[in-house]
């Protein structure tokens, strides 16, 4: 009997590049999972920072302290830090900060969450967040008029497939997790890269255009437990996802529609 294609995994980043929250249930909205890169760190400049440049973020946990209500902060937790929490300042500063070659605008969350991340990461650091009346435009090569996505590098969904990274697991000496590769949404059940070759999908009531394969950077080499970086899965990768000089793992999405999407859900590919 053919195994039913589903969702095996949901999760979302609230802080971009620090470690994912897995879910159980999801609440899509117009700008991907809810919550999800509402908040960045950037440099003095209010360029963005990322595991490429400070592998350590990804030992940074952070979670919503609502699950409804951006506006009641995160809280951040790390090895041999005190958890701290931080609130949405009701005035703070709104800088202008950079998302690859997008200028958009972020609030300020005050100087105790930058010395805190600063001190773990040794490096000067700011957290900035998304207010909900900001809008980023997706690359209108892509994307319809009105789409937009968060502090997401370029699109409000990335799925990737159980099947894909059972393929480059087959092919490396240690088999890694699906977390290095920051997926939102997890399926199971259909053959190795199937989702290159699919249109439109639908989760629940939330139908999803897939409207560009994702390239990828550095990151999947970095363990998402340790911060230690192996260059061996990009390298095995890039021996059979190589195109025009990147390297392809995973589908970017873009939501028709909202509403609540759950692991175990029928997934049915629409063209």
């Known amino acids: 009997m053919t195994k039913a294609l589903s969702v095996s995994q949901l999760m979302s980043y609230p802080v971009k590049s620090l470690a994912g929250v897995d879910h159980q249930v999801a609440s899509i909205d117009t700008i991907g999972i809810f ?18 440049l400070l592998p350590r973020m990804c030992l940074i946990q952070a979670q919503l302290n609502n699950s409804i209500d ?18 949405i ?16 605008d972020g609030i300020d ?12 990461l040794s490096h000067d ?16 090569s892509y994307a319809l008029v009105g789409e937009g996505v968060s502090f997401a590098d370029g699109f409000p969904i990335l799925l990737c ?17 699906m977390h290095r590769f920051r997926p939102n949404i997890v399926l199971d059940g259909c053959e190795p890269f199937a989702e290159d070759t699919w249109q439109r999908i639908q989760i629940d009531d939330v139908v999803f255009r897939l409207v560009k394969p994702c390239s990828r950077c550095s990151i999947p080499n970095i363990d998402p437990n340790t911060a230690k970086s192996n260059s061996e899965v990009l390298r095995t ?20 529609s909202s509403g609540l999407i759950c692991v175990g859900s029928t997934v049915d590919v629409l063209n």
């Open 35 to 52: 919550g999800d890169r509402r908040w960045m760190l950037v440099d003095s400049q209010g360029n963005f920072l990322s595991q490429r």
């Open 70 to 87: 951006l506006r009641a902060g995160i809280t951040l937790s790390a090895p041999e830090m005190a958890a701290i929490t931080i609130q």
């Open 89 to 104: 300042p009701s005035n703070g500063p709104v800088k202008q900060v950079k998302v690859w070659n997008d200028l958009c």
């Open 109 to 120: 969350c005050g100087d105790a969450a930058a010395e805190w991340l600063s001190v773990f």
């Open 125 to 140: 650091s700011r957290l900035v967040f998304f207010a909900d009346n900001y809008f980023r435009p997706i690359d209108p």
């Open 161 to 177: 497939t159980q099947a894909s990274l059972d393929e480059l697991n087959r092919r490396l000496k240690e088999r890694v997790q």
């Open 237 to 256: 990768l890039g021996e059979f996802r190589l195109r025009q000089r990147k390297i392809y793992f995973g589908q970017n999405l873009v939501p028709e």
